[in-house]
């Protein structure tokens, strides 16, 4: 699949999640990278994260991890936690979370 196709298989597996039920439907088809990204690895699965690795670079989607979904703390750890074994290649998850958690809070 091209990066068109991929972004919009991503975009219509997201609308099929309900992803965007607070926005107007022509504004989904306009969705930013940095959105798109942090919408896959908060609702979909495996596969269509892997996907998103086709598409974006890895330091983009770490990046987009480390602001959106790092500092949710407790109630998305188990998913960072896999998150950071599986694509970022992070040897002591745990801490790394705790540590990059407390590191937004304190710039906060």
């Known amino acids: 699949m ?4 991929i972004k919009s298989h991503l975009l219509h597996r997201l609308q099929k999640e309900h992803a965007f039920w ?3 439907k022509s504004s989904c088809q306009e969705i930013s ?3 798109l990204i942090k919408h896959v690895l908060m609702r979909l699965d495996l596969p269509d ?3 998103l690795f086709g598409i974006f670079s890895k330091r983009k989607i770490k990046r987009v991890w480390l602001d959106e979904l790092v500092p949710q703390g407790d109630y998305l750890r188990n998913m960072n936690l896999c998150f950071a074994s599986l694509y970022f290649d992070i040897k002591r998850p745990l801490q790394y979370l705790k ?3 407390s590191y937004k809070m304190n710039k906060i």
């Not at 091209?2 to 196709?5: E, F, I, S």
């Open 2 to 5: 091209t990066k068109p196709q």
């Open 22 to 24: 607070s926005y107007d």
């Open 33 to 35: 990278d940095y959105n």
């Open 49 to 51: 994260i892997n996907l």
């Open 99 to 101: 540590a990059m958690e």
